[in-house]
């Protein structure tokens, strides 16, 4: 990695930086907590890693964190797992997601669009309303603090109305998409035995509908723990037997009571993808999840009650979560329930002009679809509310970095980030005061002590490493679900270094205090002893116009050689002919270096994905390794199944 200093793409101006949030929140911090007035963001974020306990404490009283019950300290235990924050504390995440209600009850919480792209507002006073009423009907039904409530749910505003509810009764909330079959979501909502489903009657799509009737009661049946199902008519269809209607649960005019539950009470679950076993079932607290999107949303983000925060999810997909947690800091929600390319490519920039948002957050392959399909969205789209545009699920390419500060705005701040479900939040990304350089994150984020580690657990800069973060987060797991011992837990994290979180990805801290992020870890590519990230190469090979998507994997042979084939699904018309072959290897060579030269280029119908659009690379591997297709992979996780025959055929001629 060079070490070189480049001019930044992007740097906030001097009034931006005063009246941020994370400016003043340091100002303040400085003269209550003890953290450095001078600095800057680096002085900050060292102080919030070196002084956990000021931090956090400075971070619940900055955003007046209402604790019905005081703490006795703010880290009871700081052993990682099993960190013990704020013990002795009560507190409950709804009743802070609906405190905008009390001073602005006529503006609007939510904004819904749907594929006619026409916002339509819920109020913080209706909001409030229905969550009180819903929450009274759960009471009504017997959910009692701790049982399970799922959600078979678009990105609706139901969907966010019964999160609330289940929330403020002190339930455990949980969710999928209706794009989800039956057996993906089995795989996940059996395992918490939820005892009631939230389920729609089918959702629209690309512009067509989609009835999920047959699917809402293959899971009646296969959930026995069910008490009730809420239908909630999308399609307009009548509700069937034995299902309570949506409209009789929300329709009173009830006063929210927020249960009031330990600081580390369970808020939701969250599932991995799943794509080689059963999902893990992630339990975040509601406690955790309030302070660490406080932080994040209000100081990374800079959001607050005049902004509009708009982001492309499902609520299959931990950034739905996140999405919602823009009510704590009284912002608006934009929730977008659609394609993200329907009726055109340019469809998600069209919902963030008719919504006036101020943050936009998509993924990466968005931006660089957008890029391919040649779309202008600072000519064709009023975006002048766009302050931020923030891209995640992979690492946002060089080339996605110059089309966003080209064809949006040269004054735009583009915030790649990057965490996971597990921690639900961002290790590393935005921060509204620090200059943006292409293809790298900002920073780490606060209270996170993110590094780069070498196999000895040497901290690295200027080269890669794996990432890990060496204190622990307040959003980090309580534990997983159907883990008594915690040996799943701590498999999936601490195993490789005793008490440090290993996250599975590669990373670089350069010498300026940025981050690089260059794939998972776990499928890592390694040549002659050289570890190389698979996100730098499809950064290459995408830039050509007839590689449609790429997927790279690297494999021991068992004579001790490495196999390293290349696998393009091809644009339309486009031709894997020797003068593209010579293209492919050309542009690897130059743009990164001849060791990252694949050893075959082989064109495939199509890349499969997991359901929430990551490239499946492990279960690739196992299946080119020799391991049966069930073995290597969790059918209900992937987006094409169909397209894993292709390697499962390959791997048989190659044998």
């Given amino acids: 990695m060079s070490t070189e200093n480049p001019q930044p793409l992007w740097q906030p ?75 002795g504390a009560t507190l409950n995440y709804a009743e802070h997601a609906l405190r905008a209600a ?19 507002p819920v109020t913080w006073s209706e909001l409030r309303r229905q969550v009180g009423s819903l929450a009274a009907e759960l009471r009504a039904l017997g959910v009692r603090p701790g049982d399970r409530i799922s959600g078979y749910l678009p990105n609706v505003p139901q969907a966010v109305v019964a999160l609330l509810a289940t929330a403020a009764v002190g339930a455990v909330w949980t969710s999928c998409a209706p794009d989800f079959g039956a057996r993906s979501v089995l795989d996940r909502f059996q395992q918490v035995e939820p005892v009631v489903l939230f389920t729609v009657d089918g959702y629209r799509y690309g512009g067509k509908e989609h009835d999920r009737r047959e699917t809402v009661t293959e899971l009646r049946r296969e959930l026995p723990s069910l008490r009730a199902v809420v239908h909630i008519p999308l399609l307009g269809t009548e509700a069937p037997e034995g299902a309570l209607e949506w409209d009789a649960l929300t329709r009173a005019d009830t006063e929210p009571v927020f249960e009031q539950v330990p600081f580390s009470h369970p808020l939701w679950v969250l599932y991995s993808s799943g794509t080689t076993g059963l999902p893990k079932a992630i339990v975040q607290s509601q406690g955790g999840i309030l302070v660490e999107h406080l932080k994040q949303l209000g100081l990374h983000c800079d959001l607050g009650p005049e902004d509009r925060f708009f982001w ?43 919504t006036g948002a101020t943050l936009y957050g998509t993924s990466a392959a968005y931006v660089m679809a957008c890029r391919k399909a040649d779309v202008h969205p600072g000519r064709d789209f009023d975006l002048s509310t766009v302050r931020c545009v923030a891209t995640t699920g992979s690492p946002l390419p060089p080339d996605g970095f110059r089309w966003l500060h080209e064809e949006v705005r040269e004054d735009l701040w583009i915030a790649s980030v990057s965490g996971g479900t597990d921690v639900c939040s961002c290790f590393a990304g935005a921060v509204p005061t620090l200059p943006v350089y292409i293809g790298e994150l900002q920073a780490p984020c606060l209270g996170t002590d993110l590094q780069s580690w070498d196999p000895s657990g040497k901290p690295l800069i200027d080269e ?44 670089t801290l350069t010498s300026r205090g940025s981050v690089v992020i260059h794939g998972r870890s776990d499928s890592t590519l390694n040549r002659q002893g050289v570890r190389m990230g698979s996100a730098d190469i499809y950064e290459a090979v995408e830039r050509l116009p007839e590689i449609k998507e790429s997927l790279v994997i690297g494999i021991e042979q068992p004579d001790g050689g490495y196999w390293m084939p290349l696998f393009v699904h091809l644009a339309p018309g486009a031709v894997l002919d020797q003068a593209l072959l010579d293209r492919v290897k050309q542009t690897i060579r130059e743009n990164l270096s001849p060791r990252h030269i694949p050893d075959e280029v082989i064109e495939v119908p199509g890349i499969p994905h997991t359901l929430t659009g990551k490239r499946i690379e492990v279960p690739v591997k196992r299946l080119l390794q020799g391991t049966p297709l069930e073995k290597a992979v969790n059918p209900g996780s992937i987006d094409n199944l169909d397209l894993l025959h292709f390697y499962e055929d390959l791997a048989r001629k190659r044998a």
Avoid: K
């Fill in 464 to 507: 890669v490493g794996e990432l890990v973060v060496t204190n622990p987060m307040p959003s980090m797991p309580i534990h997983f679900w159907n883990d008594p011992d915690g040996s799943r837990y701590h498999g999936s994290y601490f195993d490789t270094y005793p008490g440090v979180w290993r996250h599975g990805d590669w990373i």
């Fill in 102 to 120: 009390a001073t602005r009850p006529d503006e609007p919480a939510l904004l819904y669009v749907d594929e006619t792209h026409e916002p339509t």
């Fill in 13 to 87: 101006d001097p009034q931006r930086i005063a009246r941020s949030q994370v400016t003043r929140f340091q100002a303040w911090a400085a003269e209550h907590h003890g953290a450095p007035a001078d600095g800057g963001y680096a002085a900050l974020h060292r102080w919030s890693v070196d002084a956990l306990e000021p931090f956090w404490e400075a971070v619940t009283q900055w955003f007046d964190v209402r604790f019905s019950t005081p703490y006795a300290r703010v880290l009871g235990d700081r052993s990682m797992p099993g960190a013990e924050w704020f013990p």
């Fill in 312 to 354: 492309y999810t499902s609520t299959g997909w931990m950034m739905w979560n996140f999405l919602v947690s823009g009510l704590l800091t009284g912002t608006t929600v934009v929730l977008y329930d659609g394609s993200p390319g329907y009726p055109d490519t340019g469809a998600q920039w069209r919902v963030a002009e008719r």
